[in-house]
């Protein structure tokens, strides 16, 4: 269908592609998927064309994430101006076309909102408007993002935690495995308390009596954290961002890895991290 088929196949095929490879965390695969149906099939469908360009943004927002790929400026330009005439065109569209549309602008405006300090009031819209509609999927994922703009500022933690378990459980009744996944991560990194099973998910931070080596076993769970991050290259300032706490305070679990690990450098606490990583 990709070969031969019209605007209207192959537009959502592309678009399903892209989230795929977005979940795969190949962000310039997605980039080049929403690429080659902004170029090779010309459609004025602003429902369809809405969806391609919200996964080129979040396809962007995600490889500025990751710090995998640089961001393609000169492709957020093009979107944008894609966003702006699917805007317009759908002022004229029927009324349920418009619904979807203005769904779809509000998670594109959000999106862009995470290429520089991502805001939760944008994520708040967005999931305001997915509600309105009965749409679990996008409301659910935007939930996810909310929290985590609220994390990223460390404000309003009740409310993120609150966000998180409510995005978790339509996950879970949905099946989306990549959606729990993510959700699950930032639930750990931010020690939210997700309800997985009868289990808290901070329970997968924890390391059972006897499951840790001896060199590590005399850190805690939030130690340990740190030393992985630590053994990835990571700056106490870019630690402090992935784990919602301040730099100073990495610092002080830096400190005190070194003292129960007896070493001097990050480089020799990484070697006994990796040393003990489980296979």
């Known amino acids: 269908m990709l070969a031969g088929g019209g ?7 592309l678009t399903l592609r892209a989230g795929l490879a977005m979940w795969q965390g190949r962000h310039d695969i997605a980039r080049q998927a929403v690429q080659r149906g902004l170029t090779e099939s010309r459609s004025d ?17 995600e490889a500025h994430a990751s710090r995998t790929v640089p961001v393609d400026m000169t492709a957020v330009r093009r979107l944008r101006e894609v966003v702006d005439r ?22 594109c405006a959000a999106e ?20 309105r509609r009965n749409h679990p999927y996008p409301a659910t994922y935007s ?24 995005a978790w459980q339509v996950a879970q009744g949905l099946g989306a ?20 099973r009868g289990q808290p998910v901070d329970g997968r931070l ?23 991050a630590v053994a990835e290259g990571l700056t106490n300032k870019e630690i402090g961002q992935r784990l919602f706490i301040s730099e100073r305070t990495i610092g002080v679990h830096v400190s005190h890895i070194f003292d129960k690990l007896q070493v001097r450098t990050r480089v020799q606490a990484s070697a006994i991290h990796l040393r003990n990583r489980p296979e």
């Open 45 to 61: 469908d602003v429902g369809i064309l809405a969806a391609l360009v919200w996964h080129g943004l979040r396809a962007e927002a």
């Open 206 to 228: 924890a390391v059972r009596s006897g499951s840790a080596s001896d060199e590590l076993a005399v850190l805690t769970a939030r130690e340990r954290e740190v030393l992985a």
């Open 7 to 13: 605007a209207r196949h192959v537009i959502p095929l």
């Open 177 to 196: 495995v990549p959606l729990s996944t993510e959700i699950r991560t930032l639930a750990g990194r931010a020690r939210v308390t997700l309800e997985e």
């Open 112 to 131: 862009l909102s995470r290429l520089d300090g991502s805001d939760p009031e944008l994520w708040a819209r967005s999931v305001a408007e997915w509600d």
């Open 86 to 107: 699917v805007a317009r065109k759908s002022e004229h569209a029927a009324r349920p076309v418009r619904d979807v549309v203005d769904g779809f602008l509000a998670l």
């Open 143 to 166: 939930r996810l993002r909310q929290a985590e703009a609220l994390l990223s500022r460390r404000s309003r933690a009740a409310t993120a935690g609150k966000l998180l378990r409510e």
